[in-house]
Each structure stands twice: as structure tokens, then as C-alpha cells.
């Protein structure tokens, strides 16, 4: 048995941590509870401007299937929301992806869009961190296995060095669960957490934690 929890699963001392960090809420689940959909990797291929561009992203990353076996290797989730200070009108945050990055966009909001981005990139850089220090309190706590996952792309690097297919931050990096196929709108509505969808006032995100 592992220090810091007993045949249940009692990882109450990750939840506690959690919310020192800063997280909105946190829960254990039981691994059976992550959704993992082939449908989600298609949305960064689809719909992000990431694609390709990182090695924490899509296609350098394990597939949903590959994934399905790994996380059948674990028991438990920490589920992690953290809520964005960033906020936008509705109107805006409905095409926040348009105004932000289309030149022939109304001036009005894209600096609105742009705003927006600038608060929540400054506003969530402390995210990744705390999953990583909630890695940390896992794995000194006797799961040498525990991994975090982030919400969102990895902003270690101006440029990814994906040309040279080598990770110059590989202790810090850390793979997005949606880059994995894990449906974090159906998990975190599985666990009694739901995410505003679509986005309304400040953006929830949900992060990950997987336990031995």
C-alpha cells in the first residue's frame, strides 16, 4: 500500500493540496470514469493552431487507442478546475478564435479578442505548475507513476523544437488531455464538475492528474 492512501483510494490529501494551489475544486475518480473518444484528436487537427507545432500536441503525442492501454495501467484521476480571469462580451467569446486572428476582423473586437487572450495567457500561466507540483505531492507520496496533464498547449517555448523532435523543458513539459482523445466536457460532467459550455462569462478548465 502506498503512503498517503488505503485500498479505497483515499487521495483526499491531493484533493486538500489542490485547493491550497489555487484550483476552483478538485475530485478523485476512478480511472474507469475518464472518457477517452477518437472524435477529440480530430478537433486539433480541425480546429487548432497548434497542430503540428508542438511536441506536446498532436501528431507527436499517443493516439486515443494507445491511450486507452496506458490509462487501463492506472486507478484513479485527479480531476483539477481552475477558473481563467480572462472574460469577454458573448459576442466576442462566440468568435474569439476569428477575432483574434483574422486582420480584416471589426477593430472593436479584435482588441477585445486580443484582450481577452492576453488576460488569460498571463491570467493561467500558473496553471501548468500547479499540476506539476500536484504531480510532485503523488509521486512523494509513493505513486511513482503519477503524471499531470494540462489544459491547454504547452507555452514552455516561444518555438517548439519539433524540427529536432527533442523536448528542451521534458521535466516541465506536459501533454493536453484533449491531445490524448480524453472528452474533458463528458468526464468532468461524469464526476459531478461540469464545464460551462459554451463558454459564458470566465472560462472553467479542467485539468488531470493520473494516480497509481
Known sequence: MSKG?????NFGFLVK???ELGAKEAKVIPISDVIIENRVTLKCRAGCIGYGKKLTCPPYVPTPD???KILAEYRYALLVKFISPAEAKPDVICSIYKYWLDPDAPADKK???TKFWKDHFNGTGSFA?????LERTAFNAGNPFALAFINGSCRLCETCNVKAGICLHPTQARIPEHAVGVNMVKTAEKAGMPIRF????HPELMALLLID
Open 5 to 9: 492512501k488505503d485500498d479505497t483510494g
Open 17 to 19: 493540496k489542490a485547493g
Open 66 to 68: 494507445e491511450f486507452r
Open 111 to 113: 482588441e477585445q479578442a
Open 129 to 133: 505548475p500547479m499540476m506539476l507540483e
Open 198 to 201: 459554451p463558454v459564458k462569462g
